[in-house]
């Protein structure tokens, strides 16, 4: 990995670990099934109208847009409205990377040197020390709920890396049109009574927050996060890729201390240094010397 798409990479975390507060504003006007529908529709209407059809096969479409977009955020906002706080699930989304690592070891053949397997495992320690000293302020229902997202993520990480698109952006753009109708539907049979209070009242004063925490979640987080990520699958295997997003607990925990008050402990802070040296481990690979040429 080139430097210039390491630097890419490490932008992704800091998108990604604000988009947490921003869900928990946005959660707190909308119920977590509808908030899904209106993220990815707001995404899919000017995406139809403005942005080529991404010239992949339509199963992999279908199946990063259902991985990436309907598993992994609806269990996420499930979650976060069942309980899970925005710091802890940064933290536990992130086994996405072991997940994404293990699928493409078994469905894809790719090969999982050592270094990087000590890399995540040092960075799994470190999410293993924040998790259990953080395991009280949740359930284990939210834990398991933001565990499905994990996996979900993973599951269209595999998709995007197969569908190989040429321009990645329009594939990322193109994954919101698979979400909003079955998640509206799902909204729908298990949301009813609140749909309509929500959406009367959008346009207040007090819904101010959360459509703002909307906005940045489909600017920011979906377009710059998610166009940078698919760009670094396509050109890299998702095992040098996955390892990435675990620096996302890292922005997810302090900006929920700026934001809530959610102060990390120095476990916390110790265990944050982990997850950082594990995925420096895990995605610098040494360069090789070149042979010297004889005279």
């Known amino acids: ?59 992999w479409l279908i199946g990063t847009g259902f991985g990436l977009g309907f598993l992994q955020f609806g269990f996420l906002y499930v979650g976060m409205a069942a309980g899970m706080p925005p710091g802890l699930a940064s933290l536990v989304l992130q086994a996405q990377a072991p997940f994404t690592m293990l699928l493409a070891a078994l469905l894809l053949g790719e090969r999982l040197t050592a270094r990087r397997g000590a890399g995540v495992g040092i960075a799994v320690l470190g999410l293993a020390f924040i998790g259990a000293h953080r395991a009280q302020a949740a359930s284990w229902v939210p834990v398991a709920l933001t565990l499905l997202a994990a996996l979900g993520w993973a599951i269209g990480n595999l998709c995007s890396r197969l569908a190989r698109p040429p321009k990645p952006l329009h594939l990322t753009m193109w994954m919101s049109v698979v979400p909003p109708v079955p998640m509206f539907l799902l909204s729908f049979a298990v949301e009813g009574p609140l749909i309509g209070p929500a959406l009367s009242s959008a346009l207040t004063r007090e819904a101010l927050p959360a459509n703002l925490g909307l906005l940045y979640i489909v600017v920011c987080a979906s377009i710059l996060g998610y166009g940078i990520w698919n760009t670094l699958i396509a050109r890299h295997s998702a095992s040098a890729v996955a390892p990435w997003s675990m620096l996302v607990p890292v922005v997810g925990v302090l900006s929920s201390w700026v934001a809530f008050g959610e102060a990390p402990a120095a476990v916390e802070l110790a265990a944050g240094l982990l997850v950082v040296g594990g995925v420096l481990i895990a995605t610098f690979e040494p360069r090789r010397r070149r042979a010297a040429v004889p005279a």
């Open 1 to 59: 990995m080139q430097r210039s798409d390491r630097l890419l990479a490490l932008a992704v975390p800091v998108l990604w670990g604000l988009n947490f507060p921003a869900t928990f504003y946005a959660l707190q006007h909308y119920p977590p099934f509808l908030a899904v529908a209106l993220r990815f529709t707001l995404l899919a209407i000017p995406t139809i109208l403005l942005v080529p059809r991404p010239q992949v096969r339509a199963i």
